[in-house]
């Protein structure tokens, strides 16, 4: 500790140099701190709490296949299964589908069924009940309400092409929630029946199930499988927070995406602050000299340019990771991607692992340069002009 | 222990240099009392740094036996060495030396940031060893803003600080002009005589050799006798 002045000083050195190996760290340490946040978030983070209790039902084959209504209520039998729900994805077209902003999920709910299930969306009981009674009515998330400018009463239409029939609804409320994706359109299911009535195209696209509690969640998953194993129509049952990130493969790798992205910059800063070590300690060979003929030993030598090279990446960490913080709180406020980005930070786990990688940049990057500076002969070094 | 506190014995020190073997010190024989004044004189490159590393022990020697102040320094290890070095010999470069991100006081507490010292006996030290040299007023200015003269001043507190028994000099006064190496060279001898130094000074200059008590002669790796010169000398 008695030394940290001189590391201190030997820091502030060239203080050009300092400040741009800083930057270029902080930077780099940034962008791996908001990717490994986001790889966090999306392998680590885990349901949240309301999610925990949540549970979906589809096709085993895939999504695109229905489930017929009657599984509902051999679903509800199953224990600990508070509560079951239909849900059918619509599709359809609004005012004009080449433009991407009139993209949005349109999908048919059981709306009495629903808020029960999704105890964390807060709608105004007015507004519920509102769209409970009206067979064409609908609710709206409030970030797609404030993209067009919805308001309760407005009507809208959509043109369907998966189904052979137009949705004409009335916006009955709008909903809000902290922990999900809330950029979506859920109409009253009884739509669907009052346009299907008893033909097949009637079905469930999944089922949204909420458990008693998130202990149960495993065995319900299996017991339903069980149920309809050998039927024409076979389920596949998983929470809903890995039945979110299933579709998250769609989008390719993203782990291993995610992954390589994260080694490379760790890879880049690696090198460049390598080079920098190497630099600042070569001018440095003469006064390594200088401090073995005061009696500095080899293992002090080696120990306070690790240090000073530690520290440098330290700060630029420290930088980095908060930058990386607000850039998570810009990501927060923004769109969702996925519903993860809505409560992107940087969680305890992946702060340690910032600090250790840093950690490591700064020793790593030193320690070549620092060793044969702490082995070279004093007479040598001292006769070391550059 | 006697008084003899350098004594070397068939010290040789060969350097291989591109597949060419230089003998930078071949079989010297030094012996140095307690309260000597050594000045070490010869053409460049006759080994006289060589002499003076192996005597602080910053480099081993190819053959023969060294003893200062009672160590033999071939059978220490290398931290030992260096532990040894800085409780026991001070040195002092042509080039000063100095960390130039440091103060002079700081430059001269560094040696004693080794030791067990608390920091505020360092700095009460460090500034003893400054005013000693005539720098009580320049504790905080850093080398850059101190005249070549003041700089090896520094580097001599720092070389004393620790009070050590032994300070080897390496030509001090070779980068100073006249009047700076005046008061360099007076500043050695009152260390020698009035703080019983040891002393063993490299130079060139015939003039700062007759502040010493006596001169030994080096000539192509080779310490001549006590009172022979090289042949062409002067
Ligand atoms: N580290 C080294 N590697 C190779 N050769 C060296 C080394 N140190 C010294 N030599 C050689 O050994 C010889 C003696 O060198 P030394 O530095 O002791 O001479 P010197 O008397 O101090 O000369 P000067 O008056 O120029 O300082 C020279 O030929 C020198 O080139
Ligand atoms: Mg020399």
């Not at chain 2, 010169?229 to 002067?234: H, M, R, T």
Request: positive net charge.
């Amino acid at each position: 500790m008695r030394f940290l002045p001189l590391i201190v000083k030997n820091c502030l050195r060239n203080r050009r140099r300092s400040v741009l190996t800083v930057a270029s760290l902080s930077i780099s340490l940034c962008l791996l701190g908001v990717l490994m946040a986001l790889y966090y978030a999306l392998f680590f983070g885990g349901p949240a709490k309301a999610q925990a209790r949540r549970i979906v039902t589809r096709h085993k084959v895939s999504i695109v296949f229905q489930m017929p209504i009657y599984y509902r209520e051999q679903i509800r039998k199953v224990a600990g299964v508070e509560e079951v729900a239909i849900w059918q994805w619509y599709g359809g077209v609004y005012k004009d589908s080449r433009d991407q902003r009139n993209f949005f999920p349109r999908l048919g709910v059981e709306a009495d069924r629903l808020f029960k299930i999704y105890q964390d969306y807060r709608i105004p009981e007015d507004q519920k009940q509102a769209f409970m009674r009206d067979p064409a009515g609908c609710v709206v998330g409030r970030s797609l309400a404030n993209r067009f400018g919805f308001q309760v009463g407005d009507k809208i239409l959509i043109k369907g092409d998966i189904f052979p029939f137009d949705l004409d609804l009335t916006i009955r409320g709008i909903f809000e929630t902290s922990e999900g994706s809330d950029e979506a359109l859920w109409f009253n299911f009884k739509y669907l029946e009052n346009a299907l009535h008893d033909s097949s195209r009637l079905a469930a696209g999944t089922f949204t199930l909420l458990a008693r509690s998130p202990e149960d969640v495993p065995r319900i998953c299996r017991e339903v499988d069980a149920l309809f194993a050998n039927s024409p129509a076979p389920t596949k049952t998983e929470s809903e927070y890995a039945f979110g990130l299933s579709f998250l493969s769609f989008l390719g790798n993203i782990k291993v995406i995610l992954m390589s992205i994260c080694g490379a910059v760790t890879f880049t800063i690696l090198l460049i602050s390598a080079n920098t070590m190497a630099m600042s300690v070569r001018e440095r060979v003469r006064e390594v000299g200088v401090l073995k003929t005061l009696g500095f030993q080899a293992g002090t030598i080696l120990w306070l340019i690790l240090a000073e090279s530690g520290l440098i990446a330290m700060i630029g960490g420290a930088i980095g990771l908060a930058v990386a913080q607000l850039l998570c709180l810009v990501i927060r406020q923004g769109p969702a991607i996925v519903d993860q980005t809505k409560t992107l930070s940087i969680q305890p786990p992946v702060f340690a692992a910032l600090v250790g990688v840093s950690l490591f940049i700064g020793v790593a990057s030193a320690i070549a340069p620092a060793w044969s500076a702490a082995r070279q002969n004093i007479v040598d070094a001292l006769r070391f002009t550059d | 222990m006697s008084d003899l506190v350098i004594s070397t014995s068939k010290l040789t020190k060969e350097y291989i240099r591109d597949e060419f073997k230089v003998v930078a010190l071949r079989d010297a024989d030094l012996e140095v009392r307690r309260g000597d004044f050594v000045a070490l004189m010869g053409p460049s490159g006759s080994g006289k740094s060589t002499l003076l590393h192996l005597t602080a022990a910053m480099d081993r020697p190819t053959s023969g036996t060294i003893n200062v102040l009672g160590s033999d320094l071939n059978s220490l290890s290398d931290s030992a060495i260096a532990r040894w070095r800085n409780r026991h010999v001070g040195f002092v470069f042509q080039s000063f030396n100095l960390i130039p991100v440091l103060t002079a006081l700081e430059n001269v507490e560094l040696p004693l940031k080794l030791t067990h010292l608390k920091k505020g006996e360092r700095i009460q030290h460090a500034a003893t060893a400054l005013r000693l040299v005539g720098l009580g007023e320049r504790l905080g200015h850093f080398p850059r803003q101190l005249s070549g003269g003041e700089e090896q001043r520094v580097a001599i507190a720092r070389a004393i600080v620790t009070d050590p028994d032994i300070l080897l000099c390496d030509e001090p006064t070779g980068n100073l002009d006249a009047r700076s190496a005046q008061e360099v060279l007076a500043l050695i001898s009152t260390l020698n005589k009035e703080h019983g130094k040891t002393i063993v000074m490299v130079t060139h200059d015939p003039h700062a050799a007759h502040h010493a008590a006596r001169i030994r002669y080096l000539d192509k790796g080779e310490l001549l006798p006590d009172g022979s010169k090289p042949q062409d000398w002067n």
